[in-house]
């Protein structure tokens, strides 16, 4: 969820329509760095309908390190995994099948993507 629910109103809107979108039709699992802040997650999740979407409670996961998320992640064997930081793509590279990056500031945002790809005006 770090850096990928985060952003400008209009790309957290999108994100967070995209995310929802998965949470129905897929067996999601988030990870979210600083443990400390979980009921405050909970809360953002719940406020944008997660739970209701199909996202499993006990499927939201805390870690205080990148290297601690990598290991959890690992340790699933996803199908795929999305991830914002860059060090956790590198770490789950060879590891699990598909590992992409989102979200970071390597990457533009889904606003930006949707500006370029917009016809230009003559």
Same mark, same amino acid.
């Given at each position: !969820?770090?850096?990928? !629910?985060?952003?400008?109103?209009a790309d957290t809107a999108l994100a967070a329509e995209r995310f929802l979108e998965l949470c129905r039709?897929?067996?999601v699992y988030t990870f979210t760095l600083e443990p400390q802040r979980e009921e405050s997650t909970l809360e953002v999740l719940a406020s944008i309908g997660a739970f209701e979407a199909g996202l499993k409670r006990h499927r939201v996961?805390?870690?205080s390190t990148l290297a601690g998320r990598g290991s959890m992640v690992r340790q699933l064997q996803p199908s795929v995994h999305l991830d914002s930081e860059k060090e956790v793509v590198e770490a789950l !590279?060879?590891?699990?099948?598909?590992?992409r990056l989102c979200g970071s500031g390597d990457l533009p945002t889904a606003a930006e993507v949707v500006e370029l790809s917009a016809p230009k005006a003559a």
């Open positions: !969820l770090d850096g990928i !629910l985060q952003g400008a109103a039709f897929c067996e996961m805390f870690s !590279l060879g590891k699990v099948n598909e590992v």
